[in-house]
């Protein structure tokens, strides 16, 4: 039972932190560079995130070796927060840069209602991560 939530668990973050990969592409108009990037990265933090929890499963066998199994969880939720928070920056970015773009067209500060949704919608998702998910 322990398993599947873990797991369970694992496929949720790795799906949303995929849709979050996604905006961001989309926020910087499908460029290649950023997707290259974003690929890469999602695929290390994948790695990551699966090795730390082979790792505490295989250490909860055996219970004299318990601190271990807390170290592979505090590296994932290290590696999974590190990853939010680059794409938390892309996304800020991306509105900084779409906010300067409206200036110079329009004259004023005006913001396109998608970004802010989608900005908005990432920066809800990293705050409840953070500090809600333990």
Not at 66 to 72: F, G, H, K, P, T
Request: charged fraction near 10%; include cysteine.
């Amino acid at each position: 039972m322990f398993l599947a939530i873990t797991w369970a668990q694992k496929i949720y973050l790795l799906t949303m932190q995929a849709i979050l990969a996604i905006r961001v592409y989309a926020l910087f108009n499908r460029s290649k560079k950023v997707l290259i990037f974003l690929v890469i990265f999602y695929c290390l933090q994948t790695i990551a995130s699966n090795d730390a929890n082979t790792t505490t499963q295989v250490l909860d066998a055996d219970s004299s070796i318990r601190l271990s199994s807390q170290i592979a969880t505090i590296l994932s939720f290290a590696v999974n927060t590190v990853s939010d928070t680059v794409l938390l920056f892309f996304a800020l970015w991306a509105f900084v840069r779409h906010s300067l773009e409206a200036r110079t067209l329009h004259g004023g500060w005006s913001v396109n209602v998608l970004v802010k949704t989608l900005v908005a919608d990432h920066l809800l998702y990293f705050v409840w991560y953070v500090f809600c998910r333990h």
